[in-house]
């Protein structure tokens, strides 16, 4: 499963990328403005330390400025994916962005009918929002499921990327479940290290490592 790293934030970047963890960047408008920076400025910058795909969202609701908007995105790098809301106009904009053989990732994806819908319009991403559903009482990780399926009824080459991902539990959910990507906050990512045995065997190691006073550089 490849991760994407949810931030807008180059240092947070930076610092993930020598992990080997940061298959590609998902931006939106709020991960932008929270930045306080040109949005231009920002996707370039990520663009230039990244080298998979960089999702960069329109904020027009009409298919002929969303497909103006995204032409331009997709100019500003050639790892750009473009982000459109799951809408009419939306999913005409995909279509008409793959046709010109730009990236697009789909996002705002609540329901399985939806995502065969952006599949159909030849979206490249597809972004359910599991924790987002699972805020209101449904499962989220349940409609991963149910579109992994269905794309591979039918193979569809449209990649089912894990969105709002709030949990370590989320991340190996969508794993077993089968999605192509996950989208990672930089802080969940972290958390994935995390195990207590993990600690206390590291200790006990070095414990025991300090009793012979030895170093291992040193001669």
């Given amino acids: 499963m490849k991760f994407f790293v949810d931030t807008a934030d180059i240092k947070q970047i930076e610092d993930l990328i020598p992990t080997g963890f940061v298959d590609g960047v998902t931006t939106n408008p709020s991960l932008i403005a929270k930045q306080g920076k040109d949005l231009s400025d920002t996707i370039k910058s990520i663009c230039s330390i990244v080298s998979g795909p960089v999702s960069a969202e329109v904020t027009a609701t009409d298919y002929s400025k969303m497909l103006e908007e995204g032409k331009y995105l997709a100019s500003l790098a050639k ?48 972004s359910p929002f599991v924790g987002r559903l699972d805020d209101i009482g449904e499962k989220g990780m349940g409609l991963i499921e149910d579109i992994v399926i269905i794309y591979e009824n039918y193979g569809f080459e449209t990649e089912v990327l894990a969105a709002s991902i709030r949990t370590t539990q989320h991340v190996i959910d969508a794993a077993l479940i089968g999605a192509h990507v996950a989208t990672v906050p930089p802080k969940v990512i972290y958390e994935l290290y995390n195990h207590e045995l993990t600690d206390k065997g590291l200790k006990a190691f070095l414990d025991d490592w300090a009793k012979t006073g030895q170093s291992i550089l040193s001669k």
């Avoid at 994916?81 to 008409?96: E, I, S």
């Fill in 79 to 126: 790892n750009v994916a473009v982000k459109v809301p799951l809408t009419v106009d939306g999913l005409k904009t995909c279509k008409k962005l793959r046709e010109q053989q730009i990236m697009v990732n789909v996002t705002l994806c609540f329901s399985a009918a939806q995502a065969l819908l952006a599949a159909k319009a030849g979206a490249s991403f597809i």
